[in-house]
């Protein structure tokens, strides 16, 4: 055999062998494979899911237990997903806890209203020479003034009765007294009930000389217009008030 012959019987007997070790290696892979039950050809696949094998797809490959992949050397439990290892995710991540329900506000409480105060019987009594002029029943500017005051100190009160009651002293004939004392009162009355106070309140009467504050027995000597002095405290109106007043909050 020339030289030539035996360098080419050389190289196919190295080829085959090769070939045969090529043979071999890939039988014993697949052999492992199966052994491992993961497919042929899976173990030059890139792991692009870290702990998990994949599939040509890119899919976990499933094992033989439902719900579960197959993992890869570098697994740990804080690799796992949900796919393969819903049990191990669920306990590694807990639900948020509902925050707690807040108590329920305090029952709002109302204000008791306020009592009304009865108001004690007010008695006021003005002088009808301060009011009016001498036999007349036109309010003069003095008596004007009295009366704001007095409507005044009325406001925020409810009245049951403004009794204004008009007095005359005993000159000049009974029947005329008593129409000028219910003149005078009517007039104080109407007055009032222009600054604000009820007019369903006031009950205007007058009494004439009935009710003197003048004793019978005195103011008898001297000229007219002597006892016109002595007797000016007859001369008078009275307004008396009953009702209440709202209590302060």
């Given at each position: 055999m020339g030289a030539q012959s035996?360098?080419?019987?050389?190289?196919?007997?190295?080829?085959?062998?090769?070939?045969?070790?090529?043979?071999?290696?890939?039988?014993?892979?697949?052999?492992?494979?199966?052994?491992l039950g993961i497919p042929f050809g899976i173990q030059a696949q890139t792991i692009a899911k870290p702990g998990y094998w994949l599939d040509a797809s890119g899919?976990?490959?499933?094992?033989?237990?439902p719900g579960q992949c197959w993992h890869s050397g570098e697994w740990t439990p804080?690799?796992?997903?949900?796919?393969?290892?819903?049990?191990?995710v669920a306990v590694a991540t807990p639900p948020v806890p509902a925050p707690p329900a807040q108590p329920a506000p305090p029952p709002v409480v109302a204000a008791p209203m306020p009592i009304p105060v009865p108001?004690?019987?007010?008695?006021?009594?003005?002088?009808?020479?301060?009011l009016f002029a001498f036999d007349k029943s036109a309010l003069n500017n003095e008596g004007m003034n009295m009366l704001d005051e007095l409507a005044l100190q009325l406001q925020g009160a409810s009245y049951d009765v403004i009794q204004v009651t008009g007095h005359t002293d005993r000159m000049g004939t009974a029947a005329y007294n008593q129409k000028l004392s219910l003149k005078r009162a009517t007039v104080v009355g109407d007055y009032l009930v222009s600054r604000g106070v009820s007019?369903?309140?006031?009950?205007?009467?007058g009494m004439g000389e009935k009710q003197p504050v003048i004793a019978v027995t005195d103011c008898l000597r001297g000229n007219r217009s002597v006892r016109i002095t002595c007797l000016a405290p007859d001369r008078r109106v009275d307004v008396e008030v009953q009702g209440t007043k709202p209590a302060t909050p």
């Open positions: 035996q360098r080419t019987l050389v190289q196919k007997t190295t080829r085959e062998r090769h070939t045969i070790m090529k043979t071999h290696s890939i039988l014993w892979a697949s052999c492992g494979a199966l052994l899919k976990f490959i499933g094992s033989a237990t804080a690799l796992a997903v949900a796919p393969c290892d819903g049990a191990i108001l004690a019987p007010q008695k006021m009594s003005y002088s009808s020479d301060a007019a369903t309140a006031i009950d205007a009467i």
